[in-house]
Antibody, heavy 116, light 109 residues
Framework: EVQLLESGGGLVQRGGSLRLSCAAS????????MSWVRQAPGQGLEWVSA????????HYADSVKGRFTISRDNSKKTLYLQMNSLRAEDTAVYYC?????????WGQGILVTVSS | DIQMTQSPSTLSASVGDRVTITCRAS??????LAWYQQKPGKAPNLLIY???SLQSGVPSRFSGSGSGTEFTLTISSLQPEDFATYYC???????????FGQGTKLEIK
């Protein structure tokens, strides 16, 4: 059974940093691209970033480019999202998802709150 | 970037109704489109991929169609558990960001 478990969320001040983790199990982690999707309170889904199975290719939404960095440790079967220079508009539930899109497996989500 | 536009934003319907949600892409995406259902406080659930392929475990009352720039999600006979918000997402290869539509909230009439 595929399982994705996010951690690392919480309350951070504007301009601060946070690193999210997503621990994966139940599939061959290094064979699949992974992605991060977020959802601000009461709003729709926003695709944030994706990374190839090897980690050699990464993509970002314009809204986070230059501030967020996606990475993965295939030996630990863990996906990361390093978030720097956080803004109030980054407040959201962050989901990790298996595959670059059309994701059939998602984590439960982790809340990130940026206080101003 | 490819923009995805869903209509309507809100849809009121009754149990047993047939409903259709439309998603339009700002450029041709072949059949690289997915549909999701999301209920409050839960992660999205994949319903349809490749525009018309039903994800395993999803009831057959859900169907998808379209290609190019215009796509539809149809629920043939609404069940109480179908009242939720629905999103489309494109995933045309090498064309990130893989944007979502703004969502369609399906409400009980």
């Amino acid at each position: 059974e595929v399982q994705l478990l996010e951690s690392g969320g919480g309350l951070v001040q504007r301009g601060g940093s946070l690193r999210l983790s997503c621990a994966a199990s139940g599939f061959t982690f290094n064979s699949f691209a992974m992605s991060w999707v977020r959802q601000a309170p009461g709003q729709g889904l926003e695709w944030v970033s994706a990374i190839s199975g090897s980690g050699g290719s990464t993509h970002y939404a314009d809204s986070v480019k230059g501030r967020f960095t996606i990475s993965r440790d295939n030996s630990k079967k863990t996906l990361y999202l390093q978030m720097n220079s956080l803004r109030a508009e980054d407040t959201a539930v962050y989901y990790c998802a298996k595959d670059i899109a059309a994701s059939g497996h998602w984590g439960q989500g982790i809340l990130v709150t940026v206080s101003s | 970037d490819i923009q995805m536009t869903q209509s309507p934003s809100t849809l009121s319907a009754s149990v047993g109704d047939r409903v259709t949600i439309t998603c339009r892409a700002s450029q041709r995406i072949s059949s690289w489109l997915a549909w999701y259902q999301q209920k409050p406080g839960k992660a999205p659930n994949l319903l349809i991929y490749r525009a018309s392929s039903l994800q395993s475990g999803v009831p057959s009352r859900f169907s998808g169609s379209g290609s190019g720039t215009e796509f539809t999600l149809t629920i043939s006979s609404l069940q109480p558990e179908d009242f939720a918000t629905y999103y489309c997402q494109h995933y045309l290869s090498y064309s990130p960001p893989y944007t979502f539509g703004q969502g369609t909230k399906l409400e009980i009439k």
